[in-house]
T-cell receptor, first 117, second 117 residues
Framework: AQKITQTQPGMFVQEKEAVTLDCTYD???????LFWYKQPSSGEMIFLIY??????QNATEGRYSLNFQKARKSANLVISASQLGDSAMYFC??????????????FGIGTKLQVIP | GAVVSQHPSWVICKSGTSVKIECRSL??????MFWYRQFPKQSLMLMAT?????????EQGVEKDKFLINHASLTLSTLTVTSAHPEDSSFYIC?????????????FGPGTRLTVL
């Protein structure tokens, strides 16, 4: 079974609107971490936001927020007030197990977001 | 923030030659570095995990004799693609784990695009 599922290969959003990128995950480990990364056409992977499995509140970082629904095993990324520079590939990723050492991170296949002027 | 550099950013080589890619954490010490490979329009595939002062841990299906990894110091890991062939052409990207409290966030280098003729 896929550990990280991103079902939207491509998304369009109007500039200044909000957009939600879907991510569901599969794990039996009670301790895990969820990440979102942005990859523009230049190729670099940019860390956006992190959510721990024990975190009580949804993570937020500026215009990025993570809609964490633990029972549904979903960790959707919400980008508010989209900007042209947000056009990129977005990857959801998961670390299983406790932090504090080497833990393998599994990436989803990504969602390509295009912001329309 | 945590900055990871990679060198070179791109390289073109002849079939049969070896290519070395460097990954450096610039403003933090990274006991663990990761090497990924990414084919066009696909997700990141973990190749190996590199721990300072010890042998790298390779993922299943990755040839350790072909992809030599050396983690010489807390800020430098190198990936050498030995006897490169056209099928090794890909985007190689490293990351370093910043052991911040309960996150294990990986910060990525800008990537190296390898083309083998």
């Amino acid at each position: 079974a896929q550990k990280i599922t991103q079902t939207q290969p491509g998304m369009f959003v109007q500039e200044k609107e909000a957009v939600t990128l879907d991510c569901t995950y599969d794990t039996s480990d009670p301790s895990y971490g969820l990440f979102w990364y942005k990859q523009p056409s230049s190729g670099e992977m940019i860390f956006l936001i992190y959510q721990g499995s024990y975190d009580q509140q949804n993570a937020t970082e500026g215009r990025y927020s993570l809609n964490f629904q633990k029972a549904r095993k979903s960790a959707n990324l919400v980008i508010s007030a989209s900007q042209l520079g947000d056009s990129a590939m977005y990857f959801c990723a998961m670390r299983e197990g406790e932090s504090g050492g080497y833990q393998k991170v599994t990436f989803g296949i990504g969602t390509k977001l295009q912001v329309i002027p | 923030g945590a900055v990871v550099s990679q060198h070179p950013s791109w390289v073109i080589c002849k079939s049969g030659t070896s290519v070395k890619i460097e990954c450096r954490s610039l403003d933090f010490q990274a006991t663990t570095m990761f090497w990924y490979r990414q084919f066009p329009k696909q997700s990141l595939m973990l190749m190996a995990t590199s721990n300072e002062g010890s042998k790298a841990t390779y993922e299943q299906g990755v040839e350790k004799d072909k992809f030599l990894i050396n983690h010489a110091s807390l800020t430098l890991s190198t990936l050498t693609v030995t006897s490169a062939h056209p099928e090794d052409s890909s985007f190689y990207i490293c990351s370093a784990s910043l052991l911040a409290a309960s996150t294990d966030t990986q910060y990525f280098g800008p990537g190296t695009r390898l083309t083998v003729l």
